[in-house]
C-alpha cells in the first residue's frame, strides 16, 4: 500500500466533482506561458512553491504527464519502503501524517500553504514533479537531494495524453486526434511542450544528482532498471525484492487494483500500458512532422540516445 494512496482518490474525487462547475475554457490556467489544471493547482500555489525548502534526503521523480509517472511512483515507492524497513505501525503514521497536513500527490498540485506543511513531515520524502528544471524550485537544483527523470518516446507519449486529456473530466477534451497533435506540437496543453521539456532535462543529463531512466527500458527489463535506481538513491535491498516489487508494480496489476488504488481515477489512469501504440494513431505527414521536431530539438543528444528513438519512433 503506497503512503498517499488514500489521498490520491481524495484529492482527485473532489477535484472531478469541482471541475463539473467550471466552463471547459476555464479548466486551465497559464502561468510564465504553461497551461496547468485549475481545480488542481493555481498561480498562487506556483509562486509559493519558489520557497520550497528541498532536503537532502529527498527523493525527486520528475516526468511530464503521461510518461509512466504512476508507474515508476509506485516502483520508487515500494522500493524506499523496503529500504527503510517501515512496519505496518510506521506505515499507518505516515498515511496519518501526509492525511492530516493535506499532502498532495504531485508538488505543484495544492495551496500555497502546502509547502510549510510539507516542512512537518518527519521521514524521507518521495516527491512527485511534472515540472521542467527551470519552474523547479531553486532549493531543489542547490541541495544534495537527488532526482529521478523519467522519459517516453514522444510519439506514445502523445496518444496516451490524447486518451487522457479527452477521458480527464478536469481537462478540456479535444475534438479530433488532428485538433490534439496539434496542440501536443505546440504545447498548448496542460504542463506545456514536452518536446521543450525534453530539451530542458537534456542540459542536466551529466548532472551527478540526476539520473535518466526510461519508460521504454522499464518496459524491457523492470528488475534491471529498479537495480539502477536503487543505486543511484542508495536503496538497500536484497537480490529476492526486486522480483517481488516488479511482480507488485506490473502494469496488469496495477491496473486490476486501480479502482481500490485511485477510485475513480483508475479507469482513466491505466489504459494499455504499451509500446508502440502510437502506430494507431499517427498519419504519415504527421508522423514526419514529430521525426523532424525531435531531430531539430534533440537530435545527436545524450537524452535522445538514451530515448532510442531510432527503435521506437521509426514507422
Known amino acids: 500500500m503506497s503512503r498517499n494512496r488514500e489521498r490520491v482518490i481524495e484529492v482527485v474525487e473532489n477535484s472531478f466533482s469541482q471541475s463539473e462547475k467550471i466552463p471547459p475554457e476555464d479548466l486551465m490556467f497559464s502561468y510564465r506561458g504553461i497551461l496547468y489544471p485549475t481545480t ?10 519558489k520557497s520550497f525548502e528541498a532536503r537532502s534526503d529527498d527523493v525527486i521523480v520528475a516526468g511530464y504527464p503521461k510518461t509512466g509517472n504512476n508507474w515508476l511512483n509506485e516502483i520508487v515507492r515500494e522500493m524506499e519502503s523496503t529500504d527503510a524497513k517501515y512496519t505496518e505501525e510506521e506505515m ?5 501524517a501526509e492525511r492530516k497536513l493535506e499532502i498532495f500527490p504531485c508538488l505543484e498540485f495544492g495551496d500555497p500553504g502546502a509547502y510549510e506543511r510539507m516542512k512537518k513531515l518527519p521521514f524521507r520524502r518521495i516527491i512527485i514533479t511534472h515540472l521542467p528544471p527551470h519552474l523547479l524550485p531553486p532549493s531543489i ?3 544534495k537531494a537527488k532526482i529521478l527523470v523519467l522519459v517516453r518516446n514522444p510519439k506514445d507519449t502523445a496518444v496516451s495524453y490524447y486518451h487522457f486529456h479527452n477521458n480527464m473530466p478536469l481537462l478540456p477534451s479535444f475534438a479530433s486526434w488532428d ?6 506540437m505546440n504545447g498548448k496543453l496542460a504542463w506545456g511542450s514536452y518536446i521543450d521539456h525534453l530539451v530542458e532535462w537534456n542540459k542536466y543529463i551529466d548532472h551527478e544528482r ?10 524491457e527489463d523492470q528488475v534491471l532498471g529498479m537495480k539502477r535506481i536503487a543505486a543511484f538513491f542508495g536503496f538497500s535491498l536484497c537480490e529476492e525484492d526486486f522480483p517481488r516489487i516488479a511482480k507488485k508494480t506490473s502494469f496488469q496489476t496495477m491496473k486490476e487494483k486501480s479502482e481500490e488504488t485511485h477510485g475513480k481515477f483508475g479507469d482513466i489512469l491505466f489504459r494499455k500500458g504499451v509500446v508502440g501504440n502510437w502506430r494507431d494513431l499517427f498519419s504519415k505527414s504527421q ?7 525531435f531531430e531539430d530539438c534533440l537530435g545527436g543528444t545524450k537524452l535522445a540516445a538514451k530515448m532510442k528513438y531510432d527503435v521506437y519512433c521509426k514507422a
Open 179 to 184: 485538433e490534439y497533435f496539434s496542440a501536443f
Open 210 to 219: 540526476i539520473m535518466v531512466i526510461s519508460y521504454e527500458e522499464l518496459k
Open 141 to 143: 537544483l542547490q541541495s
Open 92 to 96: 499507518e503514521e505516515i498515511k496519518n
Open 40 to 49: 488542481l493547482s493555481s498561480p498562487e500555489t506556483l509562486e509559493a512553491l
Open 287 to 293: 508522423n514526419e512532422e514529430m521525426d523532424q521536431k
